[in-house]
Structure formats: structure tokens, C-alpha cells
């Protein structure tokens, strides 16, 4: 007899410290290309928005539905391991984080091009592709020739009110718990553009990340002002790290695009952002890649 036939009773249970490193995994093996660490940030974003379905003492399946205030909320993490497929898991797991997340005006997520039908018939409609561009670099870009006036500044040197200020005019919500763990987290580095009176004018981080076979580097987020700042950062984000880089970069800044062509990136992979409810109507002009597409 099967282990599905044997134990068919699914627990949904909140993610805890002791899951990290297993749904870690999970989402390595389906592609997902985790950093190393995010998980943990997922947790700490929502501390009631991240979960774990269990069949007897096996991780199944996870997702999260993360809240990040009273107007918007962002669904990922969403997987069934292939041994525990077709029996209606995935279909709990995703009631459970719709129910945390039904009394938001806004919910977005990131939809695979197979899943795209399914997510409309839960009322969330198309906003923009997302497409995801790999190079695999010897870390030999050069260092960056500073023609802008600004200073380049690495982690704790950047003045986070500066960073979380430009963030803020960029996203469809302010996330400043989010970004404080990105912006401190140990692993990889995070670099802005401040000028002289502080302001910020792009920052981005990079990441080391868990690929299927490997491993290998995430930037995200990337955002700048003007595509010469975004380039600037890049070229400098690249510099010293060798292997295999991976960025998520939004359909609806097509500079993106033109700027990864131009540095060698090439796209391997594309999902569609959509959105239930009240859609945002900040622009994307100034992101150049994502945070992650588990949290947007």
C-alpha cells in the first residue's frame, strides 16, 4: 500500500525554524533557486503567513500568503512534492493562505504559464510577464568607473532610511521589515548609489542561492533611477562573483531587458505577475530585477 493510500490526513501547520532547511530544499529541488536564507526572511515578514503541510511525519508540500499591511498580501512558496501530487493537497494548502489573505483589497503572486488558467478562475488577472535571465560569469567584470558623482556604498556603510525611502516609491507597498532582513542578511553583499546629501539613487543586492545541480548567485532587488545607474550596480554586483547569476527582471520595464542583452544575460525562464482585487498602479521603470518572486 501506498504511503498516500496509508495517510491521507493533511496538516497545515506554521512554518517553524526547525522546517527552514527542509522546505529549503523542496524548493530547490522544484527550481525554485532559493538564496540562502530567504526562507527565513519569508517567516519573519508574516509570522502567521507561512506554512507546512504534513502527511504523517512527512513535509509535503508549503506556501506562503505574507501580508505586508491592511492593503496588500503576495502568495509563493507554493509547491507539492511530486510523490504527494494529485490528491488535493495543493488545493488545501492553497485555501489555507486565501483564507489569511481574503480580507485584503490587493493579492499578488507569480504564476507558472501552466497555472496561469488556474489562478484566473480564482480571480486574479494578468498583469505583466516576469522573465528570468541567467550569465554565467567568471567574475572578471570590471569595476565600474563612478562618472555620476555619487558614492558607491556596500552593507552596513548604507544609510538604510535612504534605501527604504527609494524602495518605498517603487513598491506597491511599503516593506520595511522585509527590507531591513534583506538589506542585513550575512549572506552575499548589497550595494547603493547615495549622493552627497544622502539620497539614494539604486541599490541592489546579490545573493548566494541553491540551484537543482549547484550552486550559484540572485540579485534582487536591483532598482535605479536611470538605466546607466542600474548598469552601474550591476557591473559592480557581478565583480568578484564567479558562477552561475540568476536576476528576475519585470516585462514592464523593458530597459531590463536591453540592459541584461547588452552584459550577456540570456532568459531561461518566464512566469506572469497577477493580481486579485485592486491592482497597484505604481510604476516598475525603476526596478530592474525582483527581490525573489516568493514575496514580490
Known amino acids: 500500500m501506498s504511503d498516500v493510500a496509508r495517510v491521507s490526513f493533511l496538516r497545515i501547520m506554521p512554518l517553524q525554524t526547525s522546517d527552514i532547511a527542509a522546505v ?121 568607473s563612478w562618472a555620476l558623482g555619487w558614492q558607491l556604498l556596500a552593507d552596513d556603510a548604507i544609510p538604510e532610511g535612504a534605501v527604504q525611502c527609494f524602495d518605498a516609491q517603487r513598491e506597491p507597498s511599503p516593506r520595511p521589515h522585509f527590507l531591513s532582513q534583506w538589506l542585513h542578511h550575512p549572506a552575499g553583499s548589497v550595494l547603493a548609489l547615495i549622493d552627497s546629501g544622502g539620497v539614494c539613487h539604486g541599490f541592489g543586492r546579490i545573493r548566494p542561492c541553491l540551484l537543482v545541480g549547484g550552486e550559484g548567485w540572485r540579485i534582487g532587488p536591483l532598482m535605479a533611477e536611470t538605466t546607466d545607474a542600474a548598469e552601474l550596480l550591476l557591473q559592480a554586483l557581478l565583480h568578484r562573483h564567479p558562477g552561475v547569476v540568476l536576476i528576475d527582471a ?30 497597484p498602479t505604481v510604476s516598475l521603470d525603476d526596478v530592474y530585477g525582483l527581490a525573489c518572486l516568493e514575496l514580490g
Open 250 to 279: 519585470p516585462g514592464s520595464n523593458p530597459a531590463a531587458a536591453r540592459l541584461l542583452e547588452r552584459l550577456k544575460f540570456r532568459p531561461i525562464g518566464t512566469t506572469l505577475r497577477m493580481y486579485r482585487g485592486l491592482a
Open 24 to 144: 529549503t530544499h523542496m524548493a530547490r529541488q522544484e527550481g525554485f533557486a532559493p538564496g540562502q536564507g530567504d526562507v527565513a526572511i519569508y517567516r519573519n515578514t508574516d509570522r502567521q503567513g507561512s506554512w507546512v503541510g504534513w502527511i504523517g511525519r512527512d513535509r509535503i508540500g508549503c506556501i506562503t500568503g505574507v501580508r505586508y499591511n491592511v492593503d496588500y498580501g503576495f502568495l509563493g512558496l507554493y509547491l507539492v512534492r511530486p510523490k504527494w501530487r494529485g490528491h488535493g493537497y495543493g488545493l488545501q494548502l492553497w485555501r489555507h493562505a486565501m483564507e489569511h489573505l481574503a480580507d485584503l483589497p490587493c493579492i499578488g503572486l507569480e504564476a507558472a504559464p501552466d497555472r496561469v488558467d488556474d489562478y484566473a478562475g480564482w480571480g486574479f488577472a494578468p498583469a505583466s510577464p516576469t522573465t528570468r535571465w541567467q550569465v554565467v560569469s567568471d567574475g572578471s567584470m570590471p569595476a565600474p
